[in-house]
T-cell receptor, first 108, second 119 residues
Framework: EIVLTQSPGTLSLSPGERATLSCRTS???????LAWYQQKPGQAPRLLIY???SRATGIPDRFSGSGSGTDFSLTISRLEPEDFAVYYC?????????FGQGTKLEIK | QVQLQESGPGLVKPSQTLSLTCTVS??????????WSWIRQPAGKGLEWIGH???????NYNPSLKSRVTISVDTSKNQFSLRLSSVTAADTAVYYC???????????WGQGTLATVSS
């Protein structure tokens, strides 16, 4: 199965700053079949990005995804207070579908 | 508005079978537009896809759990269910049901239900 490694484990930033989260896969992910989710404490994950760069319905344009092959990233252009959460990447190019271990984005 | 709601016992004894049901509203499982998945998350850890089912009843399971998992669907009730046999403490987790877009990503999730394996 494809292993996803997210970095950093924790990212400490202030509101208004730019955040860049990384997701590296152990094998190339076909057709950029990668998604990103946001999870807040006590809540279910929320789909942000699919197809590596397509925003899900209702997701603000400060969220953007990029990458291909084995290296992907999620960028939040200007952090809002509600953006501090845990972020997971997920690949769906190969079965079984797998998730990264998460990056915690915390307020500095 | 699509909503999913998990239900089932919160406590299961070791070696027994964990059974959960997901009730879908705002969408019809029998429409055939989506797959329907189960995903779990141990406390403080990451997410693990368990398996999915299509309206026809066809399934696909994570090989790591395949020998113990059964997912079934009841289109008359707009529900799908998870059974996980021979559970151990390692199966203690929050279990989520989710709408599965083309066997790819998950666009709607239930709130999750905690299943604890303990005697």
């Amino acid at each position: 199965e494809i292993v996803l490694t997210q970095s950093p484990g924790t990212l400490s930033l202030s509101p208004g700053e730019r955040a860049t989260l990384s997701c590296r896969t152990s094998q190339s992910v076909s057709s950029s079949y990668l998604a990103w989710y946001q999870q807040k404490p006590g809540q279910a994950p929320r789909l942000l990005i699919y197809g590596a760069s397509s925003r899900a319905t209702g997701i603000p344009d400060r969220f953007s995804g990029s990458g291909s092959g084995t290296d992907f990233s999620l960028t939040i252009s200007r952090l809002e207070p509600e953006d501090f959460a845990v972020y997971y990447c997920q690949q769906y190019g190969s079965s079984p579908r797998t998730f990264g271990q998460g990056t915690k984005l915390e307020i500095k | 508005q699509v909503q999913l709601q998990e239900s089932g016992p919160g406590l299961v004894k070791p070696s027994q079978t964990l059974s959960l049901t997901c009730t879908v509203s705002g969408d019809s499982i029998s429409s055939g537009h989506y797959y329907w998945s189960w995903i779990r998350q141990p406390a403080g850890k990451g997410l693990e896809w368990i398996g999915h089912i299509y309206t026809s009843g066809s399934t696909n399971y994570n090989p790591s759990l395949k020998s113990r998992v059964t997912i079934s669907v009841d289109t008359s009730k707009n529900q799908f269910s998870l059974r996980l046999s021979s559970v151990t403490a390692a199966d203690t987790a929050v279990y989520y049901c989710a709408r599965d877009v083309g066997g790819r990503y998950f666009d709607y999730w239930g709130q999750g239900t905690l299943a604890t394996v303990s005697s």
